[in-house]
């Protein structure tokens, strides 16, 4: 994998709050501008994802039209708005 490469994360069918946290996990060891796509086949993750990209800061970059799975793009950010430990919806 090439360093431009975008890191993939199969949350699979976990619900939303679930897979924002496991997915809060992931970036927090990433450098800024890394583009992680996510597999999600939550129903609400189009809508979940985009809102939580918003309040913490990180770029949504949109869903990919021929993945084989539900699957959505963002970027890292630099200066990410951190959220409370148990609920990735709550600012700190």
Do not use: F, N, Q
């Not at 060891?29 to 990209?53: E, F, M, Q, R, Y």
């Not at 309040?55 to 200066?79: C, E, F, I, N, Q």
């Amino acid at each position: 994998m090439s360093r431009d490469d975008p890191v993939v994360i199969d949350g699979g069918d976990k619900s939303c709050v679930r897979l924002l946290l496991e997915l809060r996990g992931h970036i927090a060891g990433l450098p800024p501008g890394t583009v992680i796509h996510l597999i999600a086949t939550d129903p609400a993750a189009p809508i979940d994802l985009p809102a939580w990209c918003h309040l913490t800061g990180h770029t949504y970059l949109g869903p990919l039209p021929d993945a084989a799975a539900p699957t959505y793009a963002l970027r890292v950010s630099a200066d990410p708005r951190p959220t409370e430990p148990d609920s990735p919806w709550r600012p700190r």
